[in-house]
């Protein structure tokens, strides 16, 4: 797959969601400034977060280590096809695959990553974020096994829209998602 975006951005992206997906708090270091700021909009009802964050350590500590006290199986995905950039911005679509700790649950969400980065010596470093969440439904028991291994086998954590879609489970929130990704990609 060819991801067309700086590298400095997407070491930065990667850190992050290697930090948030695996409980590694360190790694946000590698990602955020230390006067980063989070923003996040959230339409839906299954999940909540503060509206805004500043700081590193607030930032890792809400997106990594509260984060992980409730979910765990967690993959996130950049979708390629989205990617926008323009000189120190990108945004681009996300999808997440995780499960509750407290119930085994399944959760399917995917939204929107608009980044924003700053120089801090020869890299960049996220100086905001804003995560935009369109969607977080939890699924049926039944979902579980079949969601967690399409998302173990899949190209992480930069995906297109192809490889995302390519023996999906079938489920009424891949087809909320797949139409919403048809649409951004026209």
């Known amino acids: 797959m060819n991801i067309s975006m700086n590298a400095s951005m997407k070491k930065a992206i990667s850190r992050y969601i290697q930090g948030k997906d695996h409980n590694k708090p360190h790694l946000l ?26 700081g590193l350590a607030a930032i890792s500590q809400l997106l990594v280590s509260d984060f992980n006290k409730q979910y765990e199986n967690i993959y996130t995905y950049c979708i390629t096809d989205t990617f926008r950039e323009a000189d120190l911005n990108l945004s681009c679509s996300w999808l997440v695959v995780m499960t509750e700790k407290a119930t085994g649950k399944v959760r399917l969400g995917f939204g929107d990553y608009h980044w924003s980065f700053t120089h801090s010596g020869p890299h960049l470093l996220a100086d905001r974020l804003e995560i935009i969440i369109d969607a977080m439904n939890v699924l049926d028991e039944e979902a579980k096994e079949p969601f967690l291994v399409w998302a173990e086998a899949l190209p992480y954590p930069y995906l297109s829209l192809r490889e995302l879609l390519s023996n999906s489970p079938a489920h009424v929130a891949l ?12």
């Open 29 to 54: 270091k590698q990602a955020f400034a230390q006067h980063a700021t989070l923003s996040m909009q959230v339409k839906t009802e299954n999940i909540s977060f503060p509206s805004n964050t500043r």
């Open 175 to 186: 087809e909320a998602l797949e139409a919403k990704l048809l649409v951004k990609k026209k």
